[in-house]
């Protein structure tokens, strides 16, 4: 077996021993675990109405915490210890938190509240903030996104790194379509890397 066989071996069995944390399946190197408000699938989203009631804006928040990590080399099995294996450190854990956000406008077409359509294309602002356990802000996204279409989502990186353990923070969002309204929410997040610790030092142990 290959390095690069041997590795993805390890990686994938990280992935699957920390599946159940979040719901899915999550790789280290790009994963895939978000929280979502409102919680739900694809097309779960919030709404508002606009003031005369002709046209709706309805979003969606998803958080995706971004695990990150360095690799260190392990030699093969016992026999062919020419076969090194690349595996996560435990001790190079973090977070680099990315924040995405989905929006659909619309507007009625008969009667107000009523049946609508997407149509044009729209100014949509948004923004988020990651708060620590004491309030204190630790990381903060704000994007003015124009001539968007009716419906869209942006993912947008955090740039900021956030060490493990750090306790449990809060995410506050919204998304603003001007002159039509603004939907906004909060959710938890809590920073605790156990899991991912837990499985790679198992993972990295093997042999």
């Known amino acids: 077996m290959n390095r690069t066989r041997t590795a993805a071996l390890t990686l994938a069995a990280a992935a699957v021993a920390l599946a159940p944390a979040f719901g899915q399946v999550a790789t280290a190197a790009q994963p895939t675990a978000f929280f979502q408000d ?7 989203m919030k709404s508002v109405w606009s003031k005369d009631d002709m046209h709706k804006v309805e979003g969606q928040f998803r958080f995706h915490p971004g695990v990150q990590y360095k690799t260190v080399t392990r030699p093969g099995p016992s026999g062919a210890p020419d076969y090194e294996r690349h595996v996560p450190d435990p001790k190079t854990l973090a977070w680099q938190p990315s924040y995405e956000f989905a929006w659909s ?3 009625a077409t008969l009667v107000k509240k009523g049946p609508t359509t997407p149509k044009g294309e729209h100014a949509i602002v948004v923004h988020a903030v990651l708060r620590g356990a004491d309030r204190a802000k630790v990381g903060e996204v704000h994007r003015e996104l124009n001539g968007k279409p009716a419906t869209g989502r942006e993912k947008i990186a955090g740039g900021r790194r956030i060490a493990c353990d750090t306790g449990e923070y809060t995410v506050e969002w919204s998304v603003t379509r001007s002159g039509y309204g603004t939907l906004t929410g909060t959710l938890r997040w809590d920073s605790d890397c156990e899991q991912y610790r837990t499985a790679f030092t198992a993972g ?3 042999r």
């Open 38 to 44: 409102p919680s739900g699938g694809e097309k779960s």
């Open 105 to 107: 406008v619309s507007d």
């Open 204 to 206: 990295g142990q093997q």
